[in-house]
């Protein structure tokens, strides 16, 4: 026996380099294994979930870095309190708004010289007036919604253009903002509706046709942006009192998914957390800085796309908007959100994004163009293997050896000479597809978090972790998981079954509800400015979405 087993001990230089080849392949795989960019521990948990529930309802939610007794962050800086202290005064750096170069203090002559001339030449009253902006995404938008909000005058803003005529029919406004291009389509509402006799200003961007200017009725006065800003520059400044940050400064109007026509009454204290809630969803190491540049898909008008323009502002990016985003045309053309339309800020001379807000549907047709790309290379399927092998461990780069040699070409054959400089992509506005997630992260190769909006909430309602890489995808569900509560939102479900709950221990589903220094107040359509009650209150908003909470705290 002793023999026996000698012999098969019997070693020579063979063995022995091949042992040492074996002993050197182990530990280097061990070694250069990839690391998880975030501990595993701090994706296992969340969400902050409260202890007691009531009937019917699941506990309470909230953010794990905010926790349940934590404060919900209000504004982005101790400094900022309403919206005109987002222009940060002691930066005076020069970035692109769309396709103008501006720099902070000239932006903020700009708000105090229209300002001024608005209350000169549209006899606008403090406090009393209101202003409907009809205007596409632009920097006259900024300006004129930054201008208005420092005279305390409340503007009203459209999420479709289809809301025209029934909002100017149950809030007349005071004056009207608008392109010289949508002057005729109001002044035909104006005369079809019989206030033809009543006074009204219009103010346009742009230069209206003689053949327009022609029709318009004796006590309809319009007047041309240029003009208005160039009296403001003329004459002193008017200084009004500083509004508070609990003052609503906006409505904005959009349709429920029943068709009933709601108001989102929005406050400076609002967008303020609104911003502050857009830059947690980038961690730290990847926060915005001045170098960025920001892309969206979500119109101004609405609470969210304003939240995430502001953001730009604060941060002193550059910023522009898609074609998509735009709600008013001068032909029955409606934009698609698509490839083309993902690329549409080439339209502006704005530096290559590094992050962009999109839509699903942006991602959804961006994700196979590349890859179908990225297939035309022989070493592809050894690239996707070792990518999605990475992703599995938690771990993504775009620095790697595969993004070299198959991803970096597809990338920049579809996206073009941004695709180099694309840091993040922040999604939004719709429904995310779970199958496509993976896939969009082998895509893109960096950080992809999936939020949840809504027309009352000025920043993201549920957002996932921008370092979570995990493929949390539940069978029957198509949607991809949309994370926890932002970090100043707080969450519940209503309408939970109970028995299915504690009795078999099911994760609870039901009706969302939110609550949070970003939540608007709901108006209805009646003139005056009524907030309707939801169910017990105590701040709670319905969403009407149906969602599940899952054991991590993600919905």
């Known amino acids: 026996m002793a023999s026996l087993l000698s012999d098969y001990l019997v070693t020579d230089d063979t063995t022995i380099l091949l042992g040492l080849i074996a002993a050197t392949v182990f530990l280097l795989n061990n070694l250069y294994k990839p690391q998880p960019l975030v501990h595993p521990i701090l994706l296992g948990r969340q969400s902050d979930v409260a202890r007691v529930r009531h009937a019917g309802e699941s506990a309470v939610y909230r953010n794990y870095g905010t926790g349940l007794m934590g404060r919900f962050p209000l504004r982005p800086g101790k400094d900022v309190h309403i919206l005109a202290d987002l222009i940060k005064p002691d930066s005076d750096a020069s970035r692109t708004l769309w396709s103008t170069k501006i720099s902070n203090p000239t932006l903020q002559d700009r708000v105090a010289a229209f300002g001024t001339g608005l209350l000169r030449l549209g006899g606008l009253e403090v406090g009393e007036s209101n202003v409907l902006l009809l205007l596409n995404d632009c920097i006259e938008f900024i300006i004129a919604d930054l201008a208005l909000a420092s005279h305390s005058i409340p503007s009203f803003t459209l999420s479709a253009s289809n809301l025209l005529a029934s909002v100017l029919d149950s809030h007349p406004p005071s004056a009207i903002i608008t392109h010289a291009s949508m002057l005729p389509q109001i002044l035909e509402l104006i005369y079809d509706s019989g206030e033809g006799g009543r006074n009204h200003t219009i103010i346009v961007v742009g230069e209206p046709s003689p053949q327009t200017m022609a029709s318009v009725a004796s006590k309809v006065n319009v007047l041309r942006w240029s003009d208005v800003e160039r009296e403001g520059v003329r004459v002193e400044k008017i200084i009004s009192p500083i509004p508070k940050p609990s003052d609503v400064f906006t409505v904005s109007f959009f349709s429920s998914e029943s068709g009933h026509i709601q108001g989102a009454q929005l406050t400076h204290e609002n967008i303020t957390a609104g911003v502050a809630a857009v830059r947690a969803l980038l961690p730290l190491s990847h926060a915005f800085s001045q170098l960025d540049t920001v892309i969206s898909a979500h119109t101004l008008s609405s609470a969210y796309g304003r939240a995430i323009a502001y953001t730009a502002i604060y941060e002193g990016t550059s910023f522009a908007t898609l074609e998509s985003s735009k709600l008013f045309h001068e032909n029955e ?223």
């Open 333 to 555: 053309y409606t934009p698609q959100a698509n490839v083309t339309d993902a690329l549409s800020f080439k339209a502006y001379t704005i530096p290559s994004p590094t992050v962009a807000f999109f839509k699903p549907d942006h991602v959804h047709t961006l994700v196979p163009e590349i890859l179908k790309e990225a297939r035309k290379s022989l070493l592809f399927p050894f690239g996707w293997r070792h990518k999605l092998a990475s992703i599995s461990e938690g771990f993504m780069t775009r620095e790697s050896l595969w993004d070299r040699l198959v991803f970096d070409a597809a990338r920049s054959k579809v996206v073009g000479n941004g695709a180099a400089s694309l840091r993040a992509v922040i999604i939004s506005g719709g429904t995310f597809a779970a199958d496509t997630v993976t896939r969009a992260r082998i895509a893109f190769s960096i950080p992809i978090v999936n939020c949840y909006s809504h027309p009352l909430v000025a920043g993201p309602v549920l957002a996932s972790h921008a370092l979570d890489l995990q493929d949390l995808a539940v069978d029957g569900i198509a949607n991809a998981h949309t994370g926890p509560p932002s970090v100043n939102v707080e969450a519940k479900l209503v309408g939970v079954d109970d028995e299915q709950v504690e009795n078999h221990g099911a994760d609870p589903v039901g009706i969302l509800m939110v609550r949070g220094p970003t939540v608007g107040r709901l108006e209805s359509m009646e003139r005056s400015y009524v907030s309707i009650p939801s169910g017990e209150d105590e701040g709670w908003v319905g969403t009407g979405l149906r969602a599940t909470a899952q054991t991590n705290g993600g919905v």
